[in-house]
């Protein structure tokens, strides 16, 4: 009757050690990002231009943050495979049609496609748009991006 008390007491005290909950390792940005959000910090003004005439602005304020932090593109958690994103994004555009359109997102980088991930996002009442834009990226300098063809420099 010992034993199986001994049993029972051993049994409890491994059921509670197997479920105390582990310790998540802290998640930390992919190799050579955080380089890359140094350069991006701040605020960065593009031109496009169409048969040498401008089209648009392109004014984009950069915010990284010091972590990354899972947030999803779309309002309802699905449709993004990665839902990592890395800061916000202010971006005003200034277009010769349509005015001027002011939009906030939150992004993130893969280095591996080489492409700046914008997903739209309400931070006022606190909702994804569902509006992703993937784009082709390029760190110049310390000074100049590329994101599509357009070269945007540091303000």
């Not at 007491?9 to 059921?15: E, G, H, K, L, Y």
């Not at 582990?22 to 031109?47: A, H, I, Q, R, W």
């Not at 990284?64 to 555009?93: A, L, W």
Request: proline content about 4%; charged content about 30%.
């Amino acid at each position: 009757m010992k034993r199986l008390a001994y049993l029972a007491c051993i049994a409890i005290i491994m059921a509670f050690t197997g479920c105390s909950k582990d310790d998540e390792e802290p998640v930390d940005f992919p190799k050579g990002v955080k380089e890359t959000l140094n350069v991006l910090k701040g605020s960065f003004t593009g031109e496009e231009y169409f048969l040498e005439q401008l089209v648009r602005t392109d004014n984009l304020t950069f915010a990284p943050f010091d972590k990354p932090i899972d947030k999803p593109c779309m309002s309802f958690g699905t449709g993004d495979e990665y839902n990592m994103k890395y800061g916000t994004v202010h971006r005003t555009q200034d277009s010769a049609v349509g005015g001027e359109k002011v939009s906030d997102y939150y992004f993130y980088i893969d280095p591996v496609w080489g492409t700046l991930v914008l997903c739209e996002y309400n931070f006022e009442e606190d909702y994804s748009t569902g509006v992703r834009e993937t784009l082709d990226f390029e760190v110049i300098d310390n000074d100049h991006i590329k994101i599509k063809r357009i070269i945007y420099s540091r303000q």
